[in-house]
Structures are given as structure tokens and as C-alpha cells.
């Protein structure tokens, strides 16, 4: 498989802006574990295997289990997911698969467990996620 386009050569502004975005989450309230919870199931929803080599490799420099990295795909069937991050990875899916629509159930579930500050800035990251996805796939840009 070859690379199509190098983006971030062709439109360096482009690739500035998306920066911008990580910047913002960088400095913001976002847990990093939850941060690398929703790059991974986005990526892992969006077939993004770039991304999901970028964020496994940083999930366990974070400390991460490989079992949980294992079961991420299936997290309602395991309890190695607090109630927090289950509500996040729920988020996460609906989101990324948005013309199925956020359901109000799964927005209430989030907006209870935490601030509004801190819901905005997940729905951020799954938006920067899932941008990070489409540019890597469409550009075929290759693990490694």
C-alpha cells in the first residue's frame, strides 16, 4: 500500500488548525486516560490502524493494561471499565457513528457524571479523534 497525499506537506495550515485542536485538549481538563480511551474506540470503529498503533502505543505508556486494550472493542462485557469511562466510550461510539444519532439517554449519562466544561471537552476529542481518522485513512498514511 503507498501513501496518496502528504496533507500536512501539501496544506501545512490545514495540519496547523488540527493542532490547534490538540492543543486545546492538551491544556484542558480531560483525564489522559480518557483522552486515549476515545482515540482508540474511534479509531478502533473507524478501522484508523495508524491511529490505533499511535494510541495503544501511548495508552501503555501511560500505564494502560494490556487486557483492558484488549477488551476496549468489547467494554459492555467486561467490569474492567469504570461507570466514568463507560459513559465516555458510549459517547464515544455514538458520536463516531453520528448518523445514528446521540441519544438523549447517552448524553444524560454523561452530563451526570461530569461538569459541563468537562463533557464539552469530550465531545471535542471525539470530534479531533474522528477528523485525526478521516485524514489518515483517506491519505493512506501507513503504520510505521
Known sequence: MKNRIDIQKVEPA????????EKYLAGGLLNPVHKELIKL????I???????NMHTIDARKMGETEQRLYLLSAWRETTLFTE???AILALTE???LIANHVFDA???RVSKLFDEHYVAQIIMAIVTINAWNRIAISSKTMVG
Open 46 to 52: 473507524n478501522g484508523c490502524a495508524f491511529c490505533i
Open 94 to 96: 455514538e458520536v463516531t
Open 41 to 44: 474506540r474511534a479509531s478502533q
Open 14 to 21: 490545514a495540519y496547523q488548525a488540527m493542532y490547534a485542536l
Open 84 to 86: 466514568e469511562e463507560q
Open 106 to 108: 447517552t448524553y444524560q
